[in-house]
Structures are given as structure tokens and as C-alpha cells.
């Protein structure tokens, strides 16, 4: 009960998941506030995925304390089962089934009769847009709509503290928007949810709070604001018509933005960042437009320019100095090219 | 931004109705928890959901037990018995156990390939009976072995098999040897959740499977058998369940024999359930 007063929907204190020799999770404190999105942002392999299903009661912590909602997910572990559901990194439901199948076996399972069941089933169907493949098995749903059904399988008994681990992952940018609008329609109603992401735009407009997290640590914490004016405002992104002209391009937004710039592989591109406090403590767009300025007067020309979020790449080397490639092994890193571009 | 989603494509998903969504979230009351048996009812409802979209799956419990009897009824009828419509008197009943019994092993397979997939996470963190999903799996796996064992019947009956037992002593055989049956593949769901790969459940299996099932009393009375044998399979379950079910068809009370296997039966939940839901409950 002390965790509801302190309102509070996670607190975790030291948890240590280790597999084998790796330690997954190397001992991660973290304070949820209810009501709130709170981001874990980390690439592949940080220890997200093992976190979330230590709070989710799935994994035992090797050390360590986690309450949800005051109760303690190990000896309490079915009172928090009670007021949590989760949404996995893969579609968490049963693809043998039919949509509709899937809502009713866990609506039963949730306590209702079969008759409300079904209803509920139905009108979650309806809200999805997934009537029309309510009697389709999921194996042959879509990617945007297998994410739909397992997002309405976890909030058939409305939760008080949600789940979604990398909800996003792997659909295209339209159903990763319509997943977006059922998040904030879920958290305008007081669920709190925990949205873990590889993707900092993803974070940056769901999350109130966000924990950076790499190699089983927490190796950032705060509001967007915070975490943001850690590591600047972004980079700007230039494309010049004449290769030739790069050299020369360089040493002139070296001097403007008074940062390091980056050769980009392509050969009449450049990036350099922007707004880390740097150049006078002007904004970022005011930094980008005067070293832009500064390329016309030397008489560069500029085909193309971008004023981009920092990437989550941005956010690794500035936190730690490494990015998030370095100890990839777990797959291809996808996570930074919208962004950019953004 | 969302209004970028309702302006290409014809063929996309409808979109979400963040309305209906909103008052669906807000109606949401709690019911009660589900009862044990209520949850692990709907599990067995799951598995029998399954059975209807992937029918295939019910090859094992029928092409393989008519197999069965056809071959062993004429390989060795003729030898054992003077003909094979002598031996299967003596024959059905125990080639129905070994079946039967041989086609438990597919529940540790059906677990194994099921925990590899989401959706056991999620059945992990609903608030019920923890052992309802293994109960579940088990009874779409009655229903299963039930099938099996009137199909192996049908055919004996058209092959000559006359119990004397009548309807009732069948029916209490199958009963008897559907009850063993869920009772033996606990072994199986501790097997599926232990066990890395599908293979290795299927090889750990048939390493059990075939010894337990042949060294029994199903094909040839043991006492021919050499002293170190009987002492085996005279001790076996399937001895105990195959004399039971021979019994009880050919219209006799196995006392003993019933209640070996009944024994037999509850020893197995004792010991691989608490075992299967330490494996479920850790993972």
C-alpha cells in the first residue's frame, strides 16, 4: 500500500538479472510516478526487454527489489499480475486463434462471463478498426494489425500500469503513428505506462520522463528538457552540390557552430551538431541559420539542409562515449534514420 | 500527425476510434477473478480451438492408431495367437494403451513449440490459477486421447475384436485409460518447459516412450520372459493399466490392476506437476 500513497507506479532498487556470465540487468534503480508514459530508451541487448519482464513478474531478480504499485513483484507477484498487463516485443497472442478468439480466451481468463466476453471482445474489435478481420486467424494479420490486437488483448480489463515493450518496432510509420494515438488515448484515461523504445523520437513524444538505459544501467534519467539539453539540440544536416567544396564547407560550420564536423560517407554531405550551449547560447534553428549564412557568403552552394532531433546515437556518444553499434551483436541497428531526416 | 494516417491508401486498416476507445476504457470494471477450473476449462477450450483451425494435428490420433492395429494384428496374430482374429482379443486392449500412451509425448511438444511464441507471457501474467494453462493443455489432450481410443476401437470391431465387457466395460477402460493418460503427461509438460528444442523433447520421448510402452504385457504374456524382465514389466504402469483395461473390456473387476494404475496416476501429478510448475513458474 505505501507505494500507492507515495504515488508511485514502479520503484525499483538495485535489480540485477544476470544470464550466464552477462549481466543483463546490472542493477537499475528507477521511480515510475503514476499516470505518466515513462521511456526506457536503450539499443538491442541494454536490458530493456529483461527489466520490463522482471516488473511483469516473468523473471526472477537475482538481487535487487521492484514494487509495483507497493507490492513487491516477487513474494506479491499475483497482486501486481492482478493490476498490470503487458505487450511484448512480439505479438502476444495466440496466432493459431482468430482475433476475436484471442479476446474472448483472455477475457474468460480476465473473470468475465462468456456472453460479456464476446461483448467486450467486439467493441475492442470496433475501437481497433479490426472488425472486419475479427474472424481471421492472426497468423495472417498484418504487422500494424497483429500490434492493434495485442494492444487491445492487454487492456481488456483496463490496467492500472501498462507494459509495451518496443511497441513500435518493425511497422511502418503510419501504424507506428496509429499505435501512438491508442497509447495517449490509454494514458488519458490514468493508466500509467511504461513504453520502452529504441527509437528517441518515439520517447520524446509519448514519454514524460525518460531513463536512458545501456548495458543493464541507467545512464540517464529525467524530463525530455533535462535529458535534452544534455546532449544538445540535435545536428544539422548538409548536402553541397560540389564535392569539392567540402573541405572548405567544413572549416566554415567549424567556425559558425563551434563544434566538431562530421564527413558523412556520402561525399557531398556533412552533419555537425548544434545547440549544445556552444556559439554564443543562441537556439538551434537561430545557430543553424547563421552558419547557413555563413556558407552562402563564401559562395557554397547548399542543395539540401536538415535540422534533425539528436538521434539516439547523438544521445549514446554523448552519454557514454560509445554508440550504440559498438556491442550490437543481437541484430541490424534501425533506429536513427527517420530522425535524421525529421 | 494523425491526420496524415487517413490520407493515403484505400486498402489500409480502418483507423482506431479513439472515442469508442476511450468510453471502452472507462466501462472497464474488473469482473471476479476466475475459478481454477473455470481458467483451465477456457484453456481446454483454447486447445480444443486449435484442434478446429489446424485439423491436421489430428493425424496422430488417428491414421497412427489405426496403424497400429493393423500392423501388430497381422504381424503377429498369426504366430501368437494361431490367427489375428484370436490374437486381437487378446491385442486391443494393449495396443489401445501403448497408443494412447505413446501419443501423450505430443503435449510436451506442444508446450515447448508454445513457449517459444508471446502469447505465454501473457498467459503468465494474468492473475489466475497458475497451473490452468498446463491443465488446459491437458484436457484438449483427453479429448484428443478419446478420439484416438474410438477410432483404435472402430477398427478392431470391424477387424473382429468382440469385448465381453459390453459397452460398459469399454467405456470404463477408455475412462480408466484417459485418466492415466493426463495423469502421464505431466511428464511431458516438465519435459517441453526443460527442454531447449522441439527435437530434444521428441528424443527424450521416444527414449521413455518405447521402452515403458514394449517392455509390458501389451503384445505377449510375460511369462516366457526371462526372471529379470518379468521383475520389470510385471512392475511397469503400462503392465498395470494394460491388465486393468483388458480386464474391464473383457468384462471382469481388475481390482488390483485399477488400483496400481490409478496409483500409478496420482504418483505421476504428485511428483511432475509441482515439477512442471517450478519449470512454469521460473522461467
Known sequence: MSGQTSGLAIETAGLVKTFGETRAVDGIDLSVPTGTVYGVLGPNGAGKTTAVKMLATLLRPDSGRARVFGHDVVREADAVRGRVSLTGQYASVDEDLTGAENLILLGRLLGHGRKAARERGDQLLAAFGLSDAAGKQVRHYSGGMRRRID???????????????????????????????????VVAQGTTVLLTTQYLDEADRLASRIAVI????????????????????????????????????????????GADVQLD????????????GAAGGRGAAEQAARALADLARDGITVDDFALGQPSLDEVFLALTGHDTKAEDTTGPYVGTKDEAAA | MSSTTTSTGSKELAPVSAESLAALLIAGERPPRPSALSASLTFGWRAILKIKHVPEQLFDVTAFPIMMVLMYTYLFGGALAGSPEEYIQFLLPGILVMSVVMITMYTGVSVNTDIEKGVFDRFRTLPIWRPSTM?????????RYTIASVVMLTVGVVLGYRPDGGVGGVVAGIALLIVFSFAFSWVWTMF???????????GVSMMVIFPLTFLSNVFVDPTT????????VNNSPVTHLA??????????????????SLGWAALFVLVFGPVTMRLYNRR
Open chain 1, 151 to 185: 494492444i487491445a488483448a492487454s487492456i481488456l480489463n483496463t490496467p492500472d500500469l501498462l507494459f509495451l515493450d518496443e511497441p513500435t518496432t518493425g511497422l511502418d510509420p503510419r501504424s507506428r503513428n496509429q499505435v501512438w494515438d491508442i497509447v495517449r488515448a
Open chain 1, 214 to 257: 545501456d548495458r543493464g544501467k541507467v545512464i540517464a534519467e529525467g524530463t525530455k528538457g533535462e535529458l535534452k539539453a544534455s546532449v544538445g539540440a540535435g545536428s544539422v544536416h548538409v548536402r553541397l552540390r560540389d564535392a569539392a567544396q567540402r573541405p572548405r564547407a567544413a572549416e566554415v560550420l567549424r567556425l559558425a557552430l
Open chain 1, 265 to 276: 560517407p556520402d561525399p557531398v554531405a556533412l552533419t555537425a551538431p548544434v545547440g549544445a
Open chain 2, 135 to 143: 491443465v488446459g493443455y491437458l484436457l484438449g489432450d483427453a479429448l
Open chain 2, 192 to 202: 517441453g518447459l526443460l527442454l531447449r528444442t522441439e527435437k530434444s523433447v521428441m
Open chain 2, 225 to 232: 520372459m526371462p526372471g529379470w524382465l518379468q521383475a520389470f
Open chain 2, 243 to 260: 491388465s486393468a483395461v483388458r480386464g474391464l473390456m473383457a468384462g471382469d473387476r481388475p481390482a488390483a490392476d485399477i488400483v496400481w
